[in-house]
């Protein structure tokens, strides 16, 4: 079946710690996306990359980073200068860039702080 | 800033009846708006979307509105079921930066 797969589903960091978070599709979509969710409020773009070795800060990249080498992974960093990385972290896909295009979204990573 | 606002973080329905879920943004760029749901442990899915250029889209039992000059959408769901129970996001897409805005969700509850 084609989707979108993160893992882990639970991430726990000590401090000062860097983790990367993973995201793979099988849709064959040139566009991937990560998104933070936090309690009361919507889901906020830190990464998109619309095509492969090309990617775009969202509105709260800071202390995040990415890669997109290839087309099926688009894996997230969450680095020792996020200092408050506990949230549940989405990524997305769509067939273009957003704009029309519904994104198909994995199960979520939630990540702790040890 | 937020964009894109659900002023209800929760709603509760009776099986069978309407279920109405509002949305309000302030962004007079936005051109398309999509409803997506989202169950627990799972990632959001899209339910429906409606493009600016019309006020109103059907789907099913799902049906949304667009009131531009309001800047207000809403989606309706009638017949509600058990299985509607989930967190309804609304989102709305800015075209000159491809941005896409959610708003904070509304958790549907319908009881048998």
């Known amino acids: 079946d084609g989707g979108i797969t993160q893992s882990p589903k639970y991430l726990f960091r000590k401090e000062g710690q860097n983790v990367t978070l993973s995201c793979e599709q099988n849709l064959n979509h040139d566009a991937m996306y990560w998104y933070r969710q936090d309690p009361g409020q919507g889901l906020r773009l830190i990464y998109y990359s619309q095509i492969v070795n090309d990617f775009q800060k969202g509105d709260i990249a800071e202390g995040y980073s990415v890669s997109r080498e290839k087309k099926e992974s688009f894996p997230l960093t969450v680095t020792s200068a996020q200092k408050n990385p506990t949230a549940f972290y989405l990524c997305?896909?769509?067939?273009?860039?957003?704009?029309?295009?519904?994104?198909?979204f994995g199960d979520g990573t939630r990540l702790s702080i040890l | 800033d937020q964009q894109v606002k659900q002023n209800s973080p929760s709603l509760s329905v009776q099986e069978g009846r309407i279920s109405i879920l509002n949305c309000d943004y302030t962004n007079s760029m936005f051109d398309y708006f999509l409803w997506y749901k989202k169950y627990p442990a799972e990632g959001p899915t899209f339910l429906i979307s409606?493009?600016?250029?019309?006020d109103k889209n059907e789907d099913g039992r799902f049906t949304v509105f667009l009131n531009k000059s309001a800047k207000h959408l809403s989606l309706h769901i009638v017949p509600s079921q058990p299985g509607d129970s989930a967190v309804y996001f609304c989102?709305?897409?800015?075209?000159?930066?491809?941005?896409?805005?959610f708003g904070a969700g509304t958790r549907l509850t319908v009881k048998p």
């Open positions: 997305a896909s769509s067939i273009g860039t957003v704009l029309n295009q519904p994104q198909h």
């Open positions: 409606i493009s600016s250029i019309k």
């Open positions: 989102a709305a897409v800015d075209p000159s930066t491809y941005d896409m805005r």
